[in-house]
């Protein structure tokens, strides 16, 4: 069974950095795609960063130049390095995956979540 773990969140002060990571776990071939979204009280759940198959990467406006997506295939993780953090960037972030899996099938998965506060 394929699961997402994500981890790293926390509180931290505006101007700060935190690293979340998403660890997939499973029977699986490897990640095509995974991207990040984060989703704070009260709003929808918005796409924060992709990362491709071929390894392109994007990003919403309001993160570009502070937020960076990654991933390592041989340990099977991705990964979201947050810099010079805003209050505004406060909610639970989420893992999504598109996986492929044995015996050749792709299907799509979310992690639990991660909560992030930023305080000002």
């Known amino acids: 069974q394929v699961q997402l773990v994500e981890s790293g969140g926390g509180l931290v002060q505006a101007g700060g950095s935190l690293r979340i990571s998403c660890a997939v776990s499973g029977n699986i071939f490897g990640i095509n795609q995974m991207e990040w979204y984060r989703q704070a009280p009260g709003k929808q759940r918005e796409l924060v960063a992709q990362i491709l198959s071929n390894n392109i990467t994007n990003y919403a406006d309001s993160v570009k130049g502070r937020f960076t997506i990654s991933r390592d295939n041989t340990q099977n993780t991705g990964y979201l390095h947050m810099n010079s953090l805003e209050p505004g960037d406060s909610g639970v972030y989420f893992c999504?995956?598109?996986?492929?899996?044995?015996?050749?099938?792709?299907?799509?998965?979310w992690g639990q979540g991660t909560q992030v506060t930023v305080s000002s």
């Open positions: 999504y995956a598109l996986i492929l899996s044995p015996p050749w099938s792709a299907g799509e998965y």
